[in-house]
């Protein structure tokens, strides 16, 4: 018996169908190229409109920025204590002021009264009687209370207008002798402290206070 023998056809690719074929490769790799580049520009237009509305963003909320920085500095307060002692031959007279330095109104918080002990008065809390308690704790005569002492005290949400000037503690020895004005007039102050609370119309807060006993100066001769 003979065995039939299967023949293999073996083919080939000729020189120009290989040719054919790269060709065809490169075409569509040119269009996938362009098909890539449209994309990229398509993508490209709404990232720059993206990256020019953030710049626009930043630009817009420093300018607010600025406009908030020269507004609170526009109306910034600046509430500062000063000290005047004065003494003549039968006659002295001390006395604290504040003045508002700034440019614009101080709106008050609070004042305060600090003894040398540590306690502390405020007229958030004695209101009317701010003044006359503390003379009571000061140990200082009813008389002279009345003959010898000016005061004045800031009620909160009270304000201090701009370059406005007041005199919130006076005292003077008229008609009584120096030994009475220096041991119960002047002396019960000595180590005492007076502050003020304050803020803007940004809502900034400041305080400012004064030491009565070092800042004690003699300015005038009379």
């Known amino acids: 018996m003979k065995k039939s023998k299967k023949s293999v056809k073996k083919t080939t690719l000729s020189e120009s169908d290989i040719s054919i074929e790269d060709e065809t490769i490169r075409v569509q790799s040119i269009e996938v190229s362009k098909k890539d580049r449209i994309l990229s520009k398509k993508n490209a237009i709404p990232l720059t409109a993206i990256f020019v509305s953030l710049c626009t963003l930043f630009l817009t909320v420093y300018q607010f920025y600025k406009i908030r920085v020269h507004n609170e500095l526009s109306v910034k307060p600046k509430v500062q204590f000063s000290f005047l002692d004065a003494h003549g031959k039968n006659k002295s007279n001390f006395l604290v002021k504040v003045k508002n330095k700034g440019i614009g109104p101080a709106i008050i918080d609070d004042m305060s009264f600090i003894f040398s002990d540590g306690q502390v008065y405020t007229t958030s809390k004695m209101q009317a009687n701010f003044w006359t308690e503390i ?88």
């Open 135 to 222: 003379f009571a704790k000061l140990n200082i005569p009813h008389s002279m209370q009345y003959n010898n002492i000016t005061y004045f005290s800031f009620e909160p949400n009270s304000a201090i207008s701009a370059n406005e000037e007041v005199i919130i503690l006076q005292i003077t020895s008229d008609s009584i002798s120096m030994a009475n004005y220096i041991n119960k007039l002047a002396m019960p102050f000595i180590k005492t402290k007076i502050k003020v609370d304050y803020h803007s119309m940004y809502n900034e807060r400041f305080s400012d206070s004064i030491v009565v006993i070092n800042e004690l100066k003699v300015i005038e001769y009379y």
